[in-house]
């Protein structure tokens, strides 16, 4: 049985694009034949689940019962990846219980893979939620991600104070996510796709679709350079999954 992987992708802090993030997850998990689950805490309303609802569970994350549907099936035999996108400002609180209820412990021991996604703002707040965050990655592969939602321009007013904060964190990885043509971007939000989905043209239900040419191309060429930092840091390596032969994404 492969070991359980969890990923979690959060931030304290609301518009900075996490749930985007995971949508990439998903569909690059998918594209890899990784066999994934997710579950979407914001309850009772998920957007994760609108774009991905065969795979995904709405969880409140704050309740022990639903908790235990999340952490008390890790070592089912399929599937081996659980991706969780964290609810706006409960990344810390949710670090806190996965640390009360002992899952850091055994992650740190090797029993269970597990890995954190946090989506930056471009504010010194997103500074300050590293500090936060730092005491709970003993154990986790932490990537800090700036996810270029808009035109905003991550901490270049002061390049020094922004590594004097990443580097109180051993082994921290940077990613970057481009930003999506906002047009691109907003097509499929109407559509209620993934993007692998509204790339090949095709419905929530695999049924042909109508999507205009030149905004597929630009969600192709985005998704394309996401995957290629996913590709960079070896995430299916990480979730102990075995790379194959993707359809070109390019």
Same mark, same amino acid.
């Given at each position: !049985?492969?070991?359980?992987a969890?990923?979690?992708?959060?931030?304290?802090? /609301?518009?900075?694009?996490k749930?985007?993030?995971s949508r990439?997850?998903?569909? &690059?998990?998918?594209?890899n034949?990784?066999?994934?689950?997710?579950?979407?805490?914001?309850?009772?309303?998920g957007?994760?689940?609108?774009?991905? *609802?065969d795979?995904?569970? @709405?969880?409140? !994350?704050?309740?022990?019962?639903?908790? !235990?549907?999340?952490?008390?099936?890790?070592?089912a035999?399929? *599937?081996s990846?659980t991706?969780?996108?964290?609810?706006?400002?409960?990344?810390? *609180?949710a670090? #806190? =219980?996965?640390?009360d209820?002992?899952?850091?412990d055994?992650?740190? #021991?090797g029993?269970?893979?597990f890995a954190?996604f946090?989506?930056?703002?471009p504010s010194? #707040?997103?500074?300050d939620?590293?500090?936060?965050?730092? /005491?709970f990655m003993?154990?986790?592969?932490?990537?800090?991600?700036?996810n270029? @939602?808009n035109?905003?321009?991550?901490?270049?007013?002061d390049?020094?104070? &922004?590594?004097? &904060?990443?580097?109180?964190?051993?082994?921290?990885?940077?990613?970057?996510i *481009?930003?999506l043509?906002? !047009?691109?971007?907003e097509q499929?939000?109407v559509?209620?796709?993934?993007?692998?989905?509204?790339v090949?043209?095709?419905? @929530?239900h695999?049924? #042909?679709?109508?999507?205009?040419f030149?905004?597929?191309? &630009?969600v192709?060429?985005?998704?394309?350079n996401?995957w290629?930092?996913?590709?960079?840091?070896?995430l299916?390596?990480?979730?102990? =999954?075995?790379p194959?032969?993707?359809n070109s994404?390019?």
């Amino acid at each position: !049985m492969a070991k359980p992987a969890v990923v979690v992708v959060g931030a304290d802090k /609301g518009g900075v694009g996490k749930t985007t993030v995971s949508r990439t997850l998903l569909d &690059y998990f998918s594209a890899n034949n990784v066999p994934t689950r997710a579950f979407d805490t914001e309850s009772p309303r998920g957007t994760l689940k609108r774009f991905h *609802p065969d795979i995904t569970e @709405i969880v409140d !994350m704050t309740t022990t019962a639903d908790q !235990m549907k999340i952490f008390d099936t890790l070592n089912a035999t399929s *599937p081996s990846v659980t991706v969780i996108d964290v609810r706006a400002g409960l990344l810390s *609180p949710a670090l #806190a =219980s996965l640390r009360d209820i002992g899952f850091l412990d055994a992650a740190k #021991a090797g029993q269970i893979t597990f890995a954190v996604f946090h989506i930056l703002g471009p504010s010194i #707040a997103s500074l300050d939620e590293i500090a936060e965050t730092a /005491g709970f990655m003993t154990g986790a592969k932490y990537f800090l991600v700036k996810n270029f @939602i808009n035109d905003t321009q991550f901490f270049q007013w002061d390049q020094a104070t &922004y590594n004097s &904060y990443f580097h109180r964190i051993k082994d921290a990885t940077e990613l970057t996510i *481009p930003k999506l043509n906002e !047009m691109a971007y907003e097509q499929v939000e109407v559509s209620s796709v993934p993007f692998l989905k509204f790339v090949a043209n095709k419905g @929530i239900h695999d049924e #042909a679709a109508n999507y205009s040419f030149v905004l597929r191309g &630009y969600v192709r060429h985005w998704l394309a350079n996401v995957w290629s930092e996913f590709d960079r840091i070896r995430l299916t390596d990480i979730v102990g =999954s075995k790379p194959v032969t993707r359809n070109s994404e390019k």
